[in-house]
């Protein structure tokens, strides 16, 4: 319903600058679908890693799954020009439903499982820092303990590692943190 609800004032308001959702029967609304269904696997990945007791081979193969997910979203921001999912010189909705989880994948994986994905996409970096590049954005972003901190009330608790307990620790603000 609530892409009906954009879908709408983007039809109603098109002085108020371009499309958040792409016209229906567009090339771009058909690459939409399979984006919105990629962030859903990414999701998953991520479930599967985070929030499962998992250890030994089951965890590497849940690390390899979920970093593989994350290589395919990188790939999936090569294929338009500029920083954003359907191209363009503003975010669109996939844009924005990737942000809302990404936020909490990157502090979640870094936190639980000491996966640093910052640093090792470019394209996934270039679309974080456009992302950060917009005061609207900034304005919304979460610091990484907040989110880790809400994350049990929103998806239930994540499952660490011993190696991510350094990382953890700081991000905690523990362990040199503050130095």
Known sequence: ES???IRRLDDDFPENGPRIVPLLGSPEANMAQDLLQ???ELQSAWFSLVFYPVEGPTLTKARQSFLGMIALVDDALATTPGPWFLGGTSPSLIDI???????????SVLYFKDIQLIGKYPNFDTWL???????SYLATKSDFYTLIMSIPSQNGPGYSIPEAKLVASQIC???GAWD
């Open 97 to 107: 439903q990737f942000v809302c989880h990404v936020e909490r994948i990157i502090a």
């Open 3 to 5: 892409i009906d609800i």
């Open 38 to 40: 990629l962030e859903r």
């Open 173 to 175: 603000g523990l362990e």
């Open 129 to 135: 820092e456009a992302w950060d590049d917009r005061p």
